[in-house]
């Protein structure tokens, strides 16, 4: 499923998001890809925690809680490591840089608009 995720006041979080719901979607996650380009996001429902191994590029790895509320971003997370946040039920993908350009900080709460 794609669509775009838009915070509570109608900005544009990221424009061109995919949704990983099925188990192996979310185990492939962004795996074999070069990067992921301004705008591109992937959302893992549910999880409480990634890892970049086997990754080529870092990311921001924006956790939600179960109302879609940001509870923690991780930003630049490089290749090699994993992140996680307590009460996450789903965590979105962004390019490296993308969580701070657009203004995400906890607290913030995204709406998901399906296309």
Known sequence: MKGKLHSEDGAVVCERCTVARNPLTRMRGLLGRRGLAAGEGLLLQPA?????????FPIDAVFLDADQ????????V???RAAAA???RAVLELAAG???RVGLVAGD???LEVN
């Not at 409480?48 to 080529?56: K, L, V, Y």
């Open 69 to 76: 509320r940001v509870l923690k971003v991780a930003a630049g």
């Open 78 to 80: 490089p290749p090699w």
């Open 109 to 111: 709460v995204l709406r």
């Open 86 to 88: 307590k009460r996450s």
């Open 98 to 100: 993308e969580a701070a």
């Open 48 to 56: 409480g925690s990634i890892h970049t191994f086997f990754m080529r």
